[in-house]
Each structure stands twice: as structure tokens, then as C-alpha cells.
């Protein structure tokens, strides 16, 4: 079955300070895998997404993440972290296959930034 | 280009009482459409999802129901609601047909029953 590792609950950062927000999926094949961000009392928003190709890949807000087949990683991170990046952050994996629909999230990384 | 509509953003219910929580999608035809749960402190829990209308599919036992009495229309109901249906409830679509797994949130509704 497919699942969804966020180790860490929340993270605290310095405005400025790099970030990496860790993610790791478990799926018996090639996964789409997604990073949405949600601000408080929002819905979510989509950040980036990776289903194949560069492993590298970019989003909005200045995010990327980097997809590790060997580790089953999707790891999320920003050069320089805002105050306004503060949210709550969920990596999500989807059924990567035509008709596929469901997606498995993860619990959530609560980011804060201090000035 | 596409949106989608929840109503009420807020609402606080006796123990007891209905429920009945909307969701509209504009601009699209046909998608693929969500309900989640999100309790305080924790991750998203899909609810029900449906594929088209009249097909729901429910994921967890629970005191909830939900409906998709037309293509772009999706609602969430319970007869008699329990202190632990307190949550944010989240709606979402996405492309059907298609890898794409792309989900797109409406803006959430809070629910508090006392």
C-alpha cells in the first residue's frame, strides 16, 4: 500500500535560513509525487509536482525538490525562507497510472519562520 | 479557467443536529471530486471521493455521507453529527480520465460541534 513519511511535525527556521522539509514515500511504482503548502484556515495549494523526467524540479515561491529513487525521497527546499513561507506543508503521492485518482498525504510539516 | 466553491466556510453544530456541507466545481466538466477531513494537528483524511455522478466510493466507516447529485456538485451530509465530526473539511477535484493526479482545494469549511 502507498504511504507517505513527514518526519518532522514542525521545523523552525530563521528568516533567511535555507530549509529542507523531508519526505519519503512508499509505492510499488513509479509515483507522482506533489508538494502542496497550506496557510492557516486555507485550503491547499499545489507547489510543485514530479512524474517523470528531471529529477529536479521547480514550483512556485522559489521552492524545488528533488526526487531520490534510492532513498524514496522527495525532499522540499527553499535557498531562503521568508516570513511569509510560515504554513503547514503536506508531500503527497498519487497512482501513477491512467484512471489512477487517489492520492495519500502525509501528516504535515508545520514550517516557522522567526525573524 | 476553473474554481471551486464551499459553503459555509464556518459552522458550529449542536451534537445531534444534520449536516449538510456544499461543493461546486466551475469550468471543468466531469472531474474527479474529494472530500477530506483535516483534524486539528494532523494530515488529511480522504473521506469520499467520486468519479461520476451518483458514484460515491467512501474510504473510512463513519457517520458521514456524501452525494454527487450532478456532474460539478458534491455534498457532504451526516442525520446526526458526533463530537468527533469537529474538523476542517476540504474539498477537492481533479482531472478525470487522465495520470494526472493533480488535486485542486477548495477553501475548506470548519466545523465545530458542541
Known amino acids: 500500500a502507498q504511504s507517505v513519511t513527514q518526519p518532522d511535525i514542525h521545523i523552525t527556521v530563521s528568516e533567511g535560513a535555507s530549509l529542507e522539509l523531508r519526505c519519503n514515500y512508499s509505492?510499488?511504482?513509479?509515483?507522482?509525487l506533489f508538494w502542496y503548502v497550506q496557510s492557516p484556515g486555507q485550503g491547499l495549494q499545489l507547489l510543485l509536482k514530479?512524474?517523470?523526467?528531471?529529477?529536479l524540479v521547480q514550483g512556485i515561491k522559489g521552492f524545488e525538490a528533488e526526487f531520490k529513487r534510492s532513498q524514496s525521497s522527495f525532499n522540499l527546499r527553499k535557498p531562503s525562507v521568508h516570513w511569509s513561507d510560515a504554513a503547514e506543508y503536506f508531500c503527497?503521492?498519487?497512482?501513477?497510472?491512467?484512471?489512477?485518482?487517489?492520492?495519500?498525504f502525509g501528516a504535515g510539516t508545520r514550517l516557522f519562520v522567526k525573524a | 479557467s476553473q474554481t471551486i466553491h464551499q459553503w459555509p466556510a464556518t459552522l458550529v453544530q449542536p451534537v445531534g443536529s444534520p449536516l449538510s456541507l456544499e461543493c461546486t466545481v466551475e469550468?471543468?466538466?466531469?472531474?474527479?471530486l474529494y472530500w477530506y477531513r483535516q483534524a486539528a494537528g494532523r494530515g488529511l483524511q480522504l473521506l469520499f471521493y467520486?468519479?461520476?455522478?451518483?458514484?460515491i466510493s467512501s474510504e473510512v466507516p463513519q457517520n458521514l455521507s456524501a452525494s454527487r447529485p450532478q456532474d460539478r456538485q458534491f455534498i457532504l451530509s451526516s442525520k446526526k453529527l458526533l463530537l468527533s465530526d469537529s474538523g476542517f473539511y476540504l474539498c477537492?477535484?481533479?482531472?478525470?480520465?487522465?495520470?494526472?493526479?493533480?488535486?485542486?482545494f477548495g477553501p475548506g469549511t470548519r466545523l465545530t460541534v458542541l
Open positions: 477537492a477535484w481533479s482531472v478525470s480520465r487522465t495520470t494526472n493526479n493533480e488535486q485542486f
Open positions: 509505492y510499488g511504482a513509479t509515483p507522482y
Open positions: 514530479y512524474f517523470s523526467g528531471d529529477t
Open positions: 503527497a503521492v498519487g497512482e501513477g497510472r491512467t484512471g489512477g485518482f487517489k492520492t495519500i
Open positions: 469550468g471543468t466538466s466531469n472531474p474527479n
Open positions: 467520486s468519479v461520476g455522478i451518483g458514484q
